[in-house]
């Protein structure tokens, strides 16, 4: 099962309904995804976030069938869960 995470965002993270930077590792390296117009990239940790009006959720890859980052999503899960279950997030 996907780790369901959520986190508020801060006025520093959000900007006119969009993520600005990295609700876990602070970047800024952080893109919208084409093709999903709610979905954005931190290309620093390999976290994919989905904006809503109660803040910034982690994307299941499963639900990206398509997506060009979907790899490298699932392999950042693995890191997280790894096979016995959910670890601790860095």
């Known amino acids: 099962m996907f ?3 959520t986190w508020g965002l801060r006025d520093s993270s959000a900007g006119g309904g ?3 930077s ?6 800024a390296q952080v ?3 084409s093709g999903y117009e709610d979905r954005y990239w931190c290309d620093s940790c390999a ?3 989905s904006l809503a009006a109660r803040g910034a959720t982690r994307v299941d890859p499963v639900t990206c069938p ?3 980052h ?3 999503c699932f392999d950042r899960l693995r ?6 279950g959910p670890a601790v997030l860095d």
């Open 3 to 5: 780790p369901k995470v």
């Open 18 to 20: 969009r993520i600005t």
């Open 22 to 27: 990295c609700p876990v590792c602070g970047s």
């Open 31 to 33: 893109f919208p995804v």
């Open 47 to 49: 976290r994919c976030w």
């Open 66 to 68: 398509g997506c060009p």
């Open 70 to 72: 979907r790899d490298a």
């Open 79 to 84: 890191q997280e869960v790894g096979p016995w």
